[in-house]
């Protein structure tokens, strides 16, 4: 399974997993979850490798045309390897990102295996809201720069010389840091400026989500698995036994033990507390439509 450098390689690596999933969806918990199972190599948000070849692109939107031959070689490989460093023949790697690139992802990868995570967008909506809002301590940040730099391919460092400088600014100075959090859509600066953030963030939670839906249920069967994040917080167990069948993996008492410990049942429904009327008001209209074909309403 080793890749040779040829058109093909590693088209074959059908023990890869890709979590995608709107801002504040749950991807990140997920991806722990899945991290506890023993067979299982991680990487949490590997997007400098996903994004090879379209670092100046300005949104994340990126399509199967995106992906090159040339491309498509670099991602397979730095996977391959970063899975055999850690030991392992299964990589799962959690790229909220990617749920506006499911195609992008399908032409790297073609068997491949897709996780979406679903939350209420009301509930990401007021999560995000609330995390723009947030100031952080410097902690460490030239190590956090550093280990994201080192990440980055060096043809594509210049593309990225902004955001790190500005991230490195932010973190020194305690300022507010999160505003371009989560998947950039089409057009991302502009409408940031124009709407407010609560309106901004329901409009990019249903953009995400209806992206990744648009694309993930026309893979072939067996790639595509939707897990809601309120069923993995209620009945954690059914879900996870469901998910680890999707991806061939047999249970794991580690996977039992780290839901027993860290499941917080009561986390959905945190929006009711967190918003106002007038606030559901103001973001119903970007996301009412979806909230009602997904069950939510």
Same mark, same amino acid.
């Given at each position: 399974m080793k890749p040779e450098g040829g058109e093909n390689d590693?088209?074959?690596?059908?023990v890869f997993y890709c979590e995608v999933g709107a801002a504040r969806s749950g991807t990140n918990f997920l991806g722990l979850v899945l991290?506890?199972?023993?067979?299982?190599?991680?990487?949490? @948000?590997p997007k400098y490798i996903w994004r090879h070849g379209n670092a100046w692109k300005r949104d994340d939107c990126l399509t199967a045309e995106d992906a090159?031959? @040339? +491309?498509?070689?670099? +991602?397979r490989r730095r996977f391959y390897e970063y899975m055999?460093?850690?030991?392992?023949?299964r990589l799962l790697v959690v790229t909220q990102a990617n749920c506006?690139?499911?195609d992008f992802v399908n032409r790297v990868l073609p068997k491949g295996k897709v996780i979406h995570i679903i939350r209420d967008g009301r509930d990401c909506a007021a999560s995000q809201a609330r995390e723009w809002t947030i100031h952080v301590r410097p902690e460490a940040p030239k190590n956090l720069i550093l280990r994201r730099i080192l990440e980055v391919p060096l043809t594509d460092l210049p593309a990225y010389f902004g955001e790190f400088v500005g991230t490195m600014w932010r973190r020194l100075t305690g300022a507010k840091f999160r505003?371009?959090?989560?998947?950039? +859509?089409?057009?991302?600066?502009?409408l940031q400026r124009e709407m407010d953030i609560l309106e901004f963030s329901a409009l990019n939670w249903a953009t995400c989500v209806r992206a990744a839906r648009e694309v993930g249920p026309s893979l072939p069967e067996g790639q595509y698995h939707e897990v809601r994040f309120e069923d993995l917080v209620s009945k954690p167990g059914e879900t996870m036994a469901e998910l680890l069948d999707f991806m061939d993996?047999?249970?794991?008492?580690?996977v039992d033990r780290f839901i027993q410990e860290r499941v917080?049942?009561?986390?959905?429904?945190q929006y009711l507390s967190r918003l106002t009327q007038e606030q559901l008001d103001r973001i119903m209209p970007y996301m009412e439509d979806l909230l009602k074909k997904l069950g939510y309403v």
């Open positions: 590693m088209c074959d690596f059908k991290a506890s199972h023993p067979l299982l190599a991680y990487w949490r @948000r090159s031959p @040339r +491309i498509k070689r670099y +991602i055999k460093e850690h030991g392992k023949d506006l690139a499911l505003y371009s959090m989560g998947p950039k +859509i089409r057009d991302w600066k502009r993996l047999p249970p794991a008492k580690e917080d049942r009561g986390r959905p429904g």
